[in-house]
């Protein structure tokens, strides 16, 4: 039989659920930063070894966004039009945003000058935090990191809207970011990772003080990357 997988968006609950039913995880940085990765798998590899398993024999897997070219400057370029536009229109904007206690409407009601904006401020950061989108020197401090917080595997989401020629071009970079990160080894669960390609969203500012209803959407919306 196959082994197999609990697909999580970066619920606690369904870590520890998936160690305790002997499980694989399969998620992604949509929800999560790198340390909040990092604790989860501590709290999936705990809950396997209360339940009498291997803590290190579970697979942990990252979906992450990629596209890897020549040039750092010219693959980000290259991708932005096609990764904005995945972000709009992802189902995980809105789960995202039922998540944080808002109205999913909230998001889509925001005007596209807006969201066109935000996307694109956000593009860069999200680029360097979350997704393989550069060059495979650009990308291994992304690499090193998921490997730090305890990650298997990187599963790799190139058909996002890249043109094909582009997108099959990647893969040969692909393939050498792959072969330099190719040597066996556990990665350590370390729920307390120092790790320096990720932060946290903040969002501890005061926001006691009534905002107009674009105020809110935009807020909401910029909480989802």
């Not at 909230?106 to 005007?111: E, L, M, Q, R």
């Not at 950061?125 to 291994?140: K, M, N, V």
Request: charged share 25%.
């Amino acid at each position: 039989m196959p082994p197999m997988f609990l697909a999580t968006s970066g619920r606690r609950e369904s870590y520890e659920e998936a160690g305790r039913r002997g499980l694989g995880i399969v998620t992604n940085l949509m929800n999560q930063t790198v340390p909040e990765l990092a604790e989860n798998i501590g709290h999936y590899r705990k809950a396997r070894e209360q339940h009498g398993l291997a803590p290190d024999d579970g697979r942990v897997t990252v979906l992450l966004h990629t596209y890897l070219g020549d040039d750092h400057a010219t693959a980000r370029a290259q991708a932005l039009e096609p990764m904005t536009r995945y972000l709009r229109s992802s189902l995980q904007m809105r789960s995202a945003a039922s998540t944080l206690g808002g109205d999913p409407r909230d998001v889509a009601a925001a005007s596209d000058e807006d969201l066109e904006y935000l996307f694109r401020r956000a593009y860069d950061r999200y680029c360097d935090e979350r997704a393989l989108i550069g060059t495979p020197d650009s990308c291994a401090p992304v690499v090193r990191a998921l490997h730090e917080a305890g990650v298997d595997e990187i599963a790799a989401l190139v058909d996002f809207g890249m043109p094909v020629d582009l997108m099959r071009s990647g893969l040969e970079h692909l393939d050498a970011l792959r072969g330099r990160h190719q040597e066996p080894g556990p990665a350590a669960a370390r729920p307390d990772a120092d790790v320096s390609t990720a932060s946290a969203v903040s969002t501890g500012s005061d926001v006691s003080a009534p905002a107009t209803d674009t105020q809110r959407r935009l807020w909401l919306a910029a909480q989802l990357i």
